[in-house]
């Protein structure tokens, strides 16, 4: 895959570097304040708000203030502007951002939410009061690529997007790291098949994870609709399956369609590591390791 000129050519050096603007409340209820760097915006569970530009600069603070870490709030942006993220995002609550432009957190950013899940994919306004089953679709053919920090406390870091880059660190420590490449993509509410991939019809040559930073959660699923013939998933970082009451956590990598490159540290202590693909690669210096001093763990490796 062209990784350095997809990144370049995703997102264009045209960024206004400023806290959200242009909001637009559709459902629900949000209060904005604009003071100096910081941006504070109370809205209720459920609320929807259109951004003109969702965009934080490298000193400033963003910040949701919801009702509770059960409380949800959909962003959307409606501009023509990818989503630049360079400072520090908070939120108590779950935390939707949606921009088919892109979205890129860059080096110094901090995002510290109850969950995250953000797309460059369509999710329709009734999916996402129904709560129930969430479709994100579209031809997007614009990136998710992290180089910052991002932490949820309560819940899940999810991105979905035609094309993930993750040289950051993803942090999920009471939840999952999910990081989906598709372009027609089903989430689920929590549950064991939280996650269906309805293969694309058009040319996939492009769709991929490609994964160097850190990621550390209880469970970590890294799945990509794939071309046979191309290279749908490349790890070359560290993941870490935290080990919660005793229990292992699971690691999780699938190219059904395509095939997947393993050269990275993978721990899952009492755990399970699952990587299906047409073409599981295993190079010299990747380190799967899934057992400790107390119980062993399990490694599957084979065709998705």
């Known amino acids: 895959m062209r990784w350095t000129s997809i990144i370049l050519s995703i997102f264009p050096f045209c960024f206004s570097w400023s806290n959200p603007i242009g909001h637009h409340v ?58 630049e993220i360079l400072g520090t995002l908070h939120a108590n609550g779950k935390l ?56 949820a406390a309560t819940g899940n870091v999810t991105l979905l997007s035609r094309q993930i880059i993750n040289p950051g660190t993803l942090q999920a420590s009471e939840g999952n790291v999910e990081l989906i490449a598709a372009t027609d993509i089903f989430l689920q509410p929590q549950d064991k098949k939280r996650i269906l991939i309805r293969v694309a019809s058009d040319d996939k040559k492009e769709l991929g994870i490609y994964h160097q ?43 059904e369609n395509g095939s997947l490159s393993l050269a990275g540290k993978i721990k899952a202590p009492r755990g399970e590591i699952t990587a299906l693909a047409q073409n599981v690669f295993v190079l010299d210096n990747a380190d799967l390791s899934v057992s400790d001093l107390h119980k062993p763990g399990q490694i599957h490796l084979g065709k998705g």
């Not at 899940?117 to 709560?131: P, Q, R, V």
């Open 26 to 83: 559709v459902h629900g209820d949000a209060h904005v304040t604009n003071l100096e760097n910081t941006c504070h915006i109370h809205a209720t569970d459920q609320t929807i708000i259109h951004w003109e530009d969702f965009s934080i600069g490298a000193s400033e603070l963003t910040h949701f203030i919801q009702p509770s870490e059960n409380s949800v709030i959909l962003n959307r942006v409606i501009g023509d502007l990818p989503s």
């Open 213 to 255: 930073g850190k990621i550390a959660a209880i469970e970590t699923y890294l799945q990509a609709d794939g071309n046979l013939y191309e290279l749908a998933i490349k790890d070359e970082g560290e993941i870490d399956a935290l080990v919660i009451k005793e229990q292992g956590g699971c690691v999780y990598l699938a190219a």
């Open 96 to 151: 939707f951002l949606l921009n088919h432009n892109g979205i890129l957190f860059g080096e110094n950013a901090i995002v510290n939410v109850g969950e995250l899940i953000a797309s460059t994919l369509a999710l329709s306004d009734e999916d996402f009061l129904k709560g129930q089953t969430l479709h994100f679709h579209g031809p997007s053919q614009a990136a998710i690529t992290n180089h910052g920090t991002i932490r």
